[in-house]
């Protein structure tokens, strides 16, 4: 009785330790999963005079500005040819010139958004002289 109540107790043991283990595949399935994103992304959103907001997602990698404003996405792609950060698509164009912060509509010379980007600095840096 001592010996089937010991193979018994080994058996479950065994059992049990096995039972505990994870598949194979789903490790495989992990490391898959934690893929490393190398791209350099910015990401900032302005306020205009008016209190609209846009907010503008950068890939310096792949060269696209994704653009967010009133509800709607446009994907531009950026412009070499235009001065300082300039991305576009066939129907609108985005560019950050000198801190103003402008959205366009090519096709009709409309600009959807226009803002100055803040300065960061605590005022002058002027000191009066007597």
Do not use: W
């Amino acid at each position: 009785m001592k010996n089937l109540f010991t193979l018994f107790l080994m058996g479950l043991a065994v059992l049990s330790s096995t039972a505990c283990k994870h598949p194979g595949k789903e490790t495989e399935a992990l490391t898959e999963a934690v893929s490393e994103n190398k791209d350099e992304i910015s990401k900032d959103v302005f306020t205009d005079s008016y209190g609209e907001k846009i907010e503008v997602t950068i890939n310096h990698t792949k060269n696209i500005a994704t653009v967010h404003l009133e509800g709607k996405t446009y994907d531009l792609k950026k412009s070499d040819a235009l001065p300082e950060y300039t991305a576009s698509n066939e129907e609108y164009q985005y560019s950050d010139i000198k801190g103003n912060i402008t959205l366009l509509k090519k096709n009709v010379d409309m600009v959807l958004f226009h803002a100055k980007r803040e300065t960061k600095g605590s005022g002058s840096a002027k000191m009066a002289s007597y």
